[in-house]
Nanobody, 130 residues
């Protein structure tokens, strides 16, 4: 069974940092690009960042550029999202998703087209509050 499991969420004060992990089981991330999405209360899910299967290309939406870093450890079969300078509007459930295929070895799939992603995690809650 193909599974992605997110972890690392929690309560954090504004301005602080948090690192999310997304561990794959039942399949290898070698051939998958990964992305992080988030869904805030009352809002639709939105893309945050993506990374190519080989880890050489990354993409960030404007509101996280310079604050978030996505990375991929194929040996550990895990993707990370390092979040710094967190803001209250970052309160959301964060999801990771995997897109299969050689098209994504060196390119990042769009984070606006959820249909490109084949496997989804169940999410981890991040709350940014003082």
């Amino acid at each position: 069974q193909l599974q992605l499991v997110e972890s690392g969420g929690g309560l954090v004060q504004p301005g602080r940092s948090l690192r999310l992990s997304c561990a794959a089981s039942g399949f290898s991330l070698d051939h998958y690009a990964l992305a992080w999405f988030r869904q805030s209360p009352g809002k639709e899910r939105e893309g945050v960042s993506s990374i190519s299967a080989r880890g050489v290309s990354t993409y960030y939406v404007n509101f996280v550029k310079g604050r978030f870093t996505i990375s991929k450890d194929n040996a550990e079969n895990t993707v990370y999202l390092q979040m710094s300078s967190l803001r209250p509007e970052g309160t959301a459930v964060y999801f990771c998703a995997a897109a299969y295929g050689s098209s994504w070895y060196y390119q990042t799939p769009s984070v606006t087209e959820e249909s490109r992603y084949d496997v989804w995690g169940r999410g981890t809650q991040v709350t940014v509050s003082s």
